[in-house]
Nanobody, 121 residues
Framework: VQLVESGGGSVQPGDSLRLSCSVR????????MGWFRQAQGKERVRVAL????????VIADAVRGRFTYSRDNATNTQYLNMNDLKPEDTAMYYC????????????????WGQGTQVTVS
């Protein structure tokens, strides 16, 4: 499985961005995929995760109400829709995937995109 991201950039507070992650390959059974972010000098943290087993999407408290997760099964693409961006959203954003259920632990995700920088200032 390969994950290819696009859509980052530099924006002003209050602006919107949409990140895309094209998924190449497939999983045999249920899997979890979504988005993490890592600000400079900080740990990588979950932003949004979707479980194919439960059909549930979990959004981190820090972005709930501003960010949404969506996916297009026809094109095997997932998106992170970011609205009302704030300076504290500045980070490298990564799409990620793993076989099985979801977890907030980034170290158990096997598949990662290359990362895309989002800067809000």
């Amino acid at each position: 499985v390969q994950l290819v991201e696009s859509g980052g950039g530099s924006v002003q507070p209050g602006d919107s961005l949409r990140l895309s992650c094209s998924v190449r390959g497939s999983f045999d059974t249920r899997y979890c995929m979504g988005w993490f972010r890592q600000a400079q000098g900080k740990e990588r943290v979950r932003v949004a995760l979707f479980s194919t087993g439960t059909g549930i999407t979990v959004i981190a408290d820090a972005v709930r109400g501003r960010f949404t997760y969506s996916r297009d099964n026809a094109t095997n693409t997932q998106y992170l829709n970011m609205n009302d961006l704030k300076p504290e959203d500045t980070a490298m954003y990564y799409c990620a995937a793993k076989q099985g259920g979801c977890t907030v632990r980034p170290d158990v995700f096997r598949f990662w995109g290359q990362g895309t920088q989002v800067t809000v200032s």
